[in-house]
């Protein structure tokens, strides 16, 4: 069964704090995705990996970074946590290749900064 | 640049009424289109998708979805919608010649069902 899972459902850190959300896969796949959900926004992409240590930026990646050490592991970093960040964050894979289609998503993380 | 666009944001219906939501892209090469279903308190999922042949594919729990080519739309449809369909709902689009599996989502639309 596939399983994406994420380090906190619920996190609520202070503004100007370093924030680690950590995402992890047990299905071996090429591709990692990290997204924002607002409501009425949809999602909105922040950063893609397609390998250990790619990364590519997504539509909206100021303020964050990511790390790809490992295949199974894709990390979201805010280095100075802000009000305007407070969000629910998904965690995504989907395999490589031409066979790359649908998105499995891991449960979320609900972000507040105070 | 690419969007995706869903026509309603809030949908409220009554059981066994029949459901319809608005989904058009606006990339003009191929694609691969998908609709994806959030439950209250759970993960996203996927509902159904479309990759080629038949336009009209079928999907979980009676879901069904047309591929339009011409009008650039890909709607979701279900005849007889239950209390349980109350959900959020996103469709998405990608490029038929992406590898990545990079999406590109639309706003969503919330459906409250009554029961």
């Known amino acids: 069964d596939v399983k994406v899972t994420q380090s906190s459902r619920y996190l609520v850190k202070r503004t100007g704090e370093k924030v680690f959300l950590e995402c992890v896969q047990d299905?071996?796949?090429?591709?990692m995705f990290w997204y924002r959900q607002d409501p009425g926004l949809g999602l909105r992409l922040i950063y893609f990996s397609y390998d250990v240590k790619m990364k590519e930026k997504g539509d909206i990646p100021e303020g964050y970074s990511v790390s790809r050490e490992k295949k199974e592991r894709f990390s979201l970093i805010l280095e100075s946590a802000s009000t305007n960040q407070t969000s629910m964050y998904l965690c995504?894979?989907?395999?490589?290749?031409?066979?790359?289609?649908?998105?499995?998503f891991g449960p979320g993380t609900r972000l507040t900064v105070t | 640049a690419q969007s995706v666009s869903q026509h309603n944001h809030h949908v409220i219906l009554s059981e066994a009424a029949s459901l319809e939501l608005g989904c058009n892209y606006s990339?003009?090469?191929?694609?691969?289109l998908f609709w994806y279903v959030q439950y209250p308190g759970q993960h996203l999922q996927l509902l159904l998708k479309?990759?080629?042949?038949?336009?009209l594919v079928k999907g979980i729990k009676g879901f069904e979805a047309e591929f339009i080519k011409s009008k650039f739309s890909f709607n979701l449809r279900k005849p007889s919608v239950q209390w349980s369909d109350t959900a959020e709902y996103f469709c998405a689009v990608n490029k038929g010649s992406s590898n990545t599996g990079k999406l590109i989502f639309g706003q969503g639309t919330t459906l409250q069902v009554k029961p």
């Open positions: 479309y990759f080629s042949g038949d336009p």
């Open positions: 995504a894979s989907t395999p490589g290749g031409r066979m790359a289609y649908e998105q499995y």
């Open positions: 299905m071996d796949h090429e591709n």
């Open positions: 990339y003009g090469g191929t694609v691969n």
